[in-house]
T-cell receptor, first 114, second 116 residues
Framework: GENVGLHLPTLSVQEGDNSIINCAYS??????FIWYKQESGKGPQFIID?????DKRQGQRVTVLLNKTVKHLSLQIAATQPGDSAVYFC?????????????FGKGITLSVRP | EAGVAQSPRYKIIEKRQSVAFWCNPI?????LYWYQQILGQGPKLLIQ????????DSQLPKDRFSAERLKGVDSTLKIQPAKLEDSAVYLC??????????????FGPGTRLTVL
């Protein structure tokens, strides 16, 4: 896989502000997309998903936008809280035959300033 | 509901030694995954089981890595012999659905392996 080195890109936001985390995915044939949150010392945790035939999906305080034309996915977090500080990964799912394959993208660190 | 359990949480070994990791998935989850997460990168799938059968092991370095899922429940991942580049967090995940039923994957806390 691609080596992104030890230092992830970091997004720093003020508590209470909205955050927008962006991701460029690689496979235009991907069927499904997921955003994961990973806190230090823990495994990734599901946040929200979106099918490839949709362009927007909303959850509680989070919204995912999908732009298939430019293969771009974004995660918007409203009223960012200190507990949102973590590494965020986008992931794409490709249906292959009778199976599905999940591929993670590069992570972005979100740092929330109190 | 109990989550995915993994042990040990940390392991330090010297290169050329062997190591094994254990995973207990969420009860009833048919599909189990092992991922390797190198520092600063996203997790990379090593192997996927559907019950006790292997669905995808295309990215598993089979000359040194092996995995099994006896009785379709617990799973072990083994590295023999370990190399320096195997230093990573090894994550286990499970999901209720498999195949093209896209079920949410639940991840365990991982085992952090350091190879000296």
């Amino acid at each position: 896989g691609e080596n992104v080195g030890l230092h992830l890109p970091t997004l720093s936001v003020q508590e209470g502000d909205n955050s927008i985390i962006n991701c460029a995915y690689s496979n235009s044939a991907s069927d499904y997309f997921i955003w994961y949150k990973q806190e230090s010392g823990k495994g990734p945790q599901f946040i929200i998903d979106i099918r490839s035939n949709m362009d927007k999906r909303q959850g509680q305080r989070v919204t995912v936008l999908l732009n298939k034309t430019v293969k771009h996915l974004s995660l918007q977090i409203a009223a960012t809280q200190p507990g949102d500080s973590a590494v965020y990964f986008c992931a794409e799912i490709l249906f292959t035959g009778a199976n599905s394959k999940l591929t993670f993208g590069k992570g972005i660190t979100l740092s929330v300033r109190p | 509901e109990a989550g995915v359990a993994q042990s040990p949480r940390y392991k330090i070994i010297e290169k050329r030694q062997s190591v094994a990791f254990w995973c207990n998935p969420i009860s009833g989850h048919a599909t189990l995954y092992w991922y390797q997460q190198i520092l600063g990168q996203g997790p990379k799938l090593l192997i996927q089981f559907q019950n006790n059968g292997v669905v995808d092991d295309s990215q598993l370095p089979k000359d040194r890595f092996s995995a099994e899922r006896l009785k379709g429940v617990d799973s072990t991942l083994k590295i023999q012999p370990a190399k320096l580049e195997d230093s990573a967090v090894y994550l286990c995940a499970s999901s209720l659905l498999g195949g093209q039923g896209v079920g949410e994957q639940f991840f365990g806390p991982g085992t952090r392996l350091t190879v000296l």
